[in-house]
């Protein structure tokens, strides 16, 4: 599935994204910098609209099982307890 940008995303170029591959230790193919770069900025815009949030007395969720309930059902698992 291709990335789709968001317009109202902060902008981290190519460069930035290489330069701090490289400091991290992360070794990147020269045709995933840019995809990864779009990706990490809508990231980042995503961070931000959450930020805005009032999220004061709001609790993480303790677990989660991202299946379906069809999914867990087939796996003989309730998804309980």
Do not use: C, K
Not at 43 to 51: P, S, T
């Amino acid at each position: 599935m291709p990335y789709v940008p968001r317009t109202d995303a902060p902008h981290l170029s190519p460069d930035f994204v290489e330069q701090f591959a490289r400091a991290v230790g992360v070794r990147l193919l020269p045709e995933d910098i840019e995809p990864l770069a779009v990706a990490l900025s809508n990231q980042l815009a995503a961070i931000r609209l959450l930020a805005r949030r009032d999220l004061q007395g709001v609790d993480p969720a303790p677990s989660f099982d991202p299946r379906w309930p069809e999914d867990r059902a087939a796996a003989g698992e309730t998804g309980e307890g």
